[in-house]
């Protein structure tokens, strides 16, 4: 198996590491924050962001430093830094390993966003059930600020950066980032209608940049070992540097791997997670998250990173690989998400609220063999008049899994269907689906 | 009245925010973590607080799935069901737990002990199957694992075979 080396993982795999701040500083933390405070310009940090490739590691792989120039130059009042810690993208559970043994290096990346952007406060919004993890975060941050690298004039600089903890309350569309935005302002968590974007009205109204966990805690690296460093590993010039990819369902050894992008999926599913658990064959991946539509075994040498990916017809999103073996029924498979996106969804937009609803209850009738054939083109019909229709993205997640299995699967419908018919135990649902 | 008992606290949470709004989901936090679940008065309460009317407290304590507006049992488990637990055995899981404990999901014991609560993913996949009881996670879970944890938290009130802070896989060897 090959070796790489890690970057975000580092610390925490070396034995006896606690995430301490005295471990952290063992290990070279906050080195680069001295490095650039006061001694490198707020904009010339923006152009090493940039020059290093470094992409969104949430979701949409949106490039950092571009979000952080769209911050208006001129503007006189607040500005404001926005920790997306909301990980709740089913197949993810990166950040919280990230939060929960090294909290340093992303309040360091934190405090290095914030200078870039002229941010005096930033908020680390932490999805409600990691209760554990918005505890290490606040001890943490206690023990930065003792040290004088949180609050009023850190380390003699005139910089002055605060850092909050802000917990979600169980709502999978906060991670949406003006979902986000309108939860930490204390309202509904529904998503705003863009433009105008959150880089000009963001939190409060004010200029605000949101940044994913794990793309903040790149930055300690990217400012000590240089933009040319970061942008020579993964997969140059669109995917630079590492993803911790998480790996679930059946493989042998589920978890977070952290890998240079541009390595096969066969290379991250058949050597880092220890191939299937059991003899029988993959048969179906999601490579990104519950957003991303399904893959198959024919996809199994697409390099992860964000373009080729893209062109298999899916999204390398959040970096959540969740596989399944041969006997997995792929209509069960695309009902469980269809009932998650239906649980979660915001109710904002109609396609959506409703879409989802009459999904869940076509998904239902197929797969407890009372659906007909006809069902499959409502199916269609419903997912492409949800995707593009909504406010947000959360209306195209929700349609992947349905269009995705269709494409790949389409038998596996029919045959149910078959059921039904001979079966004749074709009647109608009662109205209205249960949650 | 939380302003009597927690006044500094109450300050602490308002210092952090230059729009007082924003102290809204923290407050109703310190109201369930009082109560254990949010009453209608501890709503009007905050509203005061905040500045706020009643209506746009409870429109988004509504919202949240992790605020009770109603009790729940002192021990409120949560399995996962979404489709990574599942393709593990989470509706095993909850089957089990249903049996031990004489419920369905969304059920409470008579003896107001334990809730349960099949609810979406709570990002432990790689885990899997798991499930989170108040503050606590439970990850990798077996059913003789399950009945050392449900005599733990009737005994004790705790169990050491909580999770966390996570790494998985650990760098060396692994867990129970």
Redesign the interface.
Same mark, same amino acid.
């Given at each position: 198996m090959a070796n790489y080396e890690p970057i975000l993982l580092k610390n925490m795999l070396q034995p006896g590491y606690t995430g301490s701040l005295a471990d952290y500083e063992r290990a070279g933390g906050y080195q680069a924050l001295r490095k650039v405070l006061g001694k490198v310009s707020p904009s010339d940090v923006t152009a090493v962001v940039m020059k290093s490739g470094l992409r969104g590691r949430g979701g949409a792989g949106f490039p950092t430093g571009v979000k952080w120039g769209f911050l208006p130059k001129d503007y006189q009042g607040p500005r404001y830094l926005c920790c997306n810690a909301d990980e709740s993208e089913p197949g993810t559970f990166k950040d919280r390993q990230l939060i929960e043994r090294d909290p340093h290096q992303l309040i360091e990346g934190i405090l290095i966003a914030c200078y870039a952007i002229g941010a005096a406060s930033a908020y680390i919004y932490i999805r409600g059930e990691f209760v554990l993890g918005a505890k290490i975060l606040e001890q943490a941050i206690g023990e930065a600020r003792a040290a004088g690298y949180v609050g009023k004039n850190i380390l003699g600089s005139n910089s002055t950066i605060d850092v909050w903890v802000h917990r979600g309350a169980g709502a999978y569309i906060c991670g949406e980032e003006t979902a986000l935005l309108e939860s930490l302002e204390g309202k509904r968590g529904l998503p705003r209608v863009k433009p105008p974007f959150p880089a000009t009205h963001g939190l409060y109204d004010k200029p605000t940049v949101v940044n994913n966990v794990e793309t903040l805690a790149n930055l300690p690296h990217i400012m000590t070992r240089g933009a040319e460093w970061f942008a020579s590993i993964g997969s140059p010039p669109k995917s630079t540097g590492t993803r911790v990819f998480c790996v679930s369902g059946h493989v042998a050894r589920p978890g977070n791997y952290e890998v240079p992008m541009g390595i096969t999926f066969r290379e991250l599913i058949y050597e880092q997670a220890g191939g299937m658990r059991s003899d029988k064959k993959l048969k179906a991946f999601i490579p990104g998250g519950a957003s991303a539509p399904f893959l198959t075994p024919d996809h199994l040498d697409v390099k992860l990173d964000f373009e080729s990916v893209a062109q298999a017809g899916s999204m390398l999103g959040s970096g959540g690989v969740t596989v399944m073996e041969e006997g997995t029924d792929m209509v069960w498979a695309a009902l469980r998400l269809m009932e998650f996106f239906y649980h979660e969804s915001c109710g904002k937009c109609s396609p959506c609220r409703e879409g989802s609803s009459w999904l869940v209850q076509i998904m239902r009738r197929i797969v407890n063999k009372r659906g007909q054939m006809s069902d499959l083109e409502t199916l269609t019909d419903l997912c492409k008049n949800i995707a593009g229709r909504t406010v947000c993205a959360f209306g195209d997640a929700e349609v992947s899994p349905i269009m995705s299995t269709l494409k790949h699967w389409r038998h596996e419908y029919v045959t149910l269907i078959h059921a039904a018919e001979t079966a004749n135990l074709i009647r109608p649902e009662p109205a209205g689906a249960k949650h | 009245m939380l302003q009597t008992t927690h006044k500094a606290e109450i300050d602490d949470i308002l210092s952090?925010y &230059?729009?007082r709004?924003?102290?809204? %989901? *923290?407050l109703? @936090?310190l109201a369930q973590r009082e109560q254990g679940y949010i009453t209608e008065s501890a709503m009007q309460e905050i509203a005061g607080i %905040?500045k706020l009317t009643p209506p746009q407290v409870y =429109? $988004?304590a509504t919202? @949240? $799935?992790?605020?009770n507006l109603k009790p729940v049992g002192r021990f409120h488990i949560q399995v996962c069901?979404?489709?990574?637990c599942? %393709?593990?055995g989470s509706d095993t899981l909850i089957g089990w737990i249903g049996r031990k404990l004489g419920i369905k999901p969304g059920e409470t014991t008579a003896d107001k002990l334990f809730t349960l609560s099949a609810v =979406?993913?709570?990002?432990?996949? #790689? $885990?899997?199957p798991m499930m989170?009881i108040n503050?606590? @996670?439970y990850e990798r879970l077996t059913e003789d694992k399950l009945d050392r944890i449900l005599a733990d938290l009737r005994q004790t009130g705790a169990s050491a075979l909580k999770t #966390? *802070?996570?790494?998985? *896989?650990e &760098?060396?060897g692994t867990r129970q």
């Open positions: - | 952090r &230059p729009v709004r924003s102290a809204l %989901l *923290p109703l @936090y %905040l =429109e $988004t919202f @949240y $799935t992790m605020l069901k979404s489709l990574m599942a %393709l593990v =979406e993913c709570l990002a432990a996949c #790689g $885990t899997a989170q503050d606590d @996670y #966390g *802070p996570f790494m998985w *896989p &760098p060396n």
